[in-house]
């Protein structure tokens, strides 16, 4: 079974300091794993996706994700934060038994204080 | 593409009114779903479709929720009767065979009174 976790509620960084949000997941296949993020009374986004291929992924906005199987991590980052980077932020895994499950993690809400 | 289309944008209503929630999905996705998103649950898948059919309905939470898709570019959700305890925001998402990657509307906020 899949599994995906976040393991901070909350992060907090200032504008123009990197980005560390962090997402462990478990799989006993080789996972798909994505990160979308939510700005507030915003739906969701696709920042990135992992499908097997480059280990190092980057995505839209300046992020970039690395999937590390060894540590079953699937961490997001950002070299400098800005202001609009805050928003809620979703680590999801996908399974290669089914064609429609994706298992959510609980959200990171990034706050970048000025 | 304009992207998943959801209506209304917001609904106040109140206890025990019927609430129906609209979606358009991308045109040529396969896949269709529903989520609910609350501060308490968070996300929560609520079903699914593929190629119009219900295929996972396990997420509704009771019988006074249902989903429909009468076709390839539209489906709803309705509450019948609706409780105060239905106040959320609800999406619908879509995407296409052999991709994980969903697309979202940006959400029906209901809230029943």
């Known amino acids: 079974a899949q599994s995906v976790t976040q393991l901070d509620s909350h992060v907090s960084v200032s504008e123009g300091t990197p980005v560390l949000l962090r997402c462990n997941y478990s799989?006993?296949?080789?996972?798909?794993l994505f990160w979308y993020v939510q700005h507030p009374n915003k739906g969701l986004q696709l920042l990135l996706k992992?499908?097997?291929?480059a280990t190092l992924v980057k995505g839209i906005n300046g992020f970039e994700a690395e999937f590390k199987k060894s540590e079953t991590s699937f961490h997001l980052t950002k070299p400098s934060a800005h202001m609009s980077d805050a928003a809620e932020y979703f680590c999801?895994?996908?399974?290669?038994?089914?064609?429609?499950?994706?298992?959510w993690g609980a959200g990171t809400k990034l706050i970048i204080k000025p | 593409d304009a992207g998943v289309i959801q209506s209304p944008r917001h609904e106040v209503t109140e206890m025990g009114q019927e609430v129906t929630l609209r979606c358009k999905p991308i045109?040529?996705?396969?896949?269709l779903f529903w989520y609910r998103q609350t501060m308490m649950r968070g996300l929560e898948l609520l079903i699914y479709?593929?190629?119009?059919?219900?295929?996972?309905d396990s997420g509704m939470p009771e019988d006074r929720f249902s989903a429909k898709m009468p076709n390839a570019s539209f489906s709803t959700l309705k509450i019948q009767p609706s409780e105060p305890r239905d106040s959320a925001v609800y999406f619908c998402?879509?995407?296409?065979?052999?991709?994980?990657?969903?697309?979202f509307g940006e959400g029906s906020r209901l809230t029943v009174l």
């Open positions: 998402a879509s995407r296409g065979l052999n991709t994980g990657e969903l697309f």
């Open positions: 045109s040529g996705h396969d896949y």
């Open positions: 479709f593929n190629n119009n059919v219900p295929i996972d």
């Open positions: 799989s006993s296949y080789s996972p798909s």
């Open positions: 992992y499908t097997s291929a």
């Open positions: 999801v895994v996908k399974g290669m038994d089914s064609n429609y499950q994706l298992i």
